[in-house]
């Protein structure tokens, strides 16, 4: 195995940080999360669920505070409780300008016509957060797969829906983290292979012919074998060279294809000092460039609030430095939490997009059209060059669960071709 880094584990990354494990990459697994349970049970690691207790939900200026309840059955992660929170800001805004706006609402009625569901699987990405967020309008407004339209959904919401009521993250979410950090598992499974695993060794590119793969790397080194797995993310295992060339659609839905943007931050504070209050630590906002946290605290350890600056304002804050990133990461917490989210802390952050080696996480987004035409593809082989990993997963892309999909079924492929 080349890897260029001179660690393992890609996008599973943990450090201590004033004695404190902090976890930068992947780090939760949801129950659908087959195959991840099952390396966890393997390797004899144990899991916990986020901390109990109350959150918080700053809408329109004002914070609610609301009981998580144990008898709902919400599985999303922290990347599908930001879809879905982003799903319910653009909602609310349109709904705002219908009534602010009547020229434009009077100019856009048959657009306004469109079934609710359409507007749901165009606005909120991601599959979990579509159905969480179908199902809570649902209850108001009757099965959104009915046909409500989405002036009608919007009408409803500007006279009475109490959207965050309906949406409050304190459904319970079933998350669970390896008590001791994911990179245990990474380690266990790095045992197994130990000398077969070259650290510090970049490939450059990759040549096949009839004989078997040819991989070149950047310190002139060639490894020949029968075949050759890449695990490269698609923009990034592009830029290798190949010969021959790879087929020109490959690059076309590369090129149409954005990495997801994603920085993970935390906050260290000498306790846990929210838990005194009876709060989780897990808060979410409409606004501000930090809407949803995490209580990530070990076991006797400081107190750890986790947050993720994504999308467009991740790309925009990766650009300033991490003194500013660390003022607005606190001044999202401050809204919610109040001046007590100021005190003495230690902040630390890890910007995937300036990663070398990765240039972005978790889940890509394909221009529309382009996963149903050529995206599924990305994972077929080319000759005796196989891809895997979470971006071409065909279920969980962009998760751990989907790499680990992903890398057995080509494993399993390449078994077959090898005989």
């Known amino acids: 195995m080349a890897e260029a880094r001179d660690r393992v584990g890609g996008r599973v990354l943990a450090t201590q940080i004033d004695g404190q494990l902090i976890e930068s990459g992947g780090q939760w697994i949801s129950p659908g999360n087959e195959q991840m349970h099952e390396l966890v049970r393997q390797a004899g690691l144990e ?3 986020p901390r109990e207790g109350s959150l918080l939900i700053r809408s329109q200026g004002s914070v609610m505070r609301s009981q998580q309840s144990s008898g709902h059955s919400r599985t999303l992660s922290p990347f599908e409780t930001a879809d ?6 653009r909602f609310r805004r349109l709904a705002e300008r219908t009534v602010s706006d009547p020229t434009w609402t009077a100019a856009n009625q048959t657009w306004l016509a469109q079934p609710l569901s359409r507007w749901i699987k165009t606005n909120v990405r991601t599959p979990a957060a579509q159905h969480d967020f179908a199902s809570a309008l649902s209850s108001v407004l009757g099965a959104v797969s009915s046909g409500v339209e989405l002036g009608d959904a919007l009408q409803a919401s500007n006279t009475g829906i109490d959207l965050e009521a309906l949406f409050a993250v304190g459904g319970g979410l079933k998350l669970r983290r390896v008590v001791g950090g994911m990179h245990q598992l990474i380690d266990h499974l790095a045992d197994q292979v130990s000398e077969r695993i ?3 060794t970049v490939v450059t590119g990759i040549s096949h012919s009839d004989d078997g793969v040819v991989v070149h790397t950047a310190g002139g080194e060639q490894i020949e074998a029968r075949t050759a797995l890449v ?8 830029q290798l060279d190949y010969s021959p060339q790879l087929p020109e659609w ?4 590369v090129k149409r294809t954005t990495p997801g ?3 993970k931050a935390f906050v260290i504070y000498e306790r846990p000092w929210w838990r005194e209050s009876g709060l989780s630590g897990q808060m979410s906002a409409d606004e501000g460039t930090i809407r949803t946290t995490f209580d990530v605290t070990e076991p006797d350890g400081p107190g750890v609030l986790t ?3 994504g999308g467009a304002e991740a790309v925009s804050m990766s650009a300033l430095g991490s003194a500013a990133r660390e003022r607005a990461f606190v001044d999202s917490l401050a809204a919610v939490f109040g001046p007590i989210a100021r005190q003495q802390h230690t902040y630390v952050d890890y910007d995937w997009l300036a990663d070398p080696f990765t240039r972005g996480c978790h889940t890509p987004h394909f221009a529309p059209g382009i996963w149903s035409m050529n995206g599924q593809q990305l994972a077929e082989p080319y000759g005796p060059v196989h891809f895997a990993g979470a971006e071409y997963a065909g279920k969980f892309n962009g998760y751990m669960e989907g790499a680990i999909r992903s890398g057995r079924e080509e494993a399993k492929a390449i078994a077959r071709e090898i005989g």
């Open 231 to 238: 695990t490269l993310p698609p923009w990034l295992a592009l």
């Open 84 to 89: 879905l929170g982003q799903g319910v800001v």
């Open 198 to 200: 070259q650290l510090d």
């Open 261 to 263: 943007a994603a920085i």
């Open 250 to 253: 490959r690059y076309e839905a």
């Open 307 to 309: 947050g993720l600056f």
């Open 47 to 49: 899991l916990v669920g």
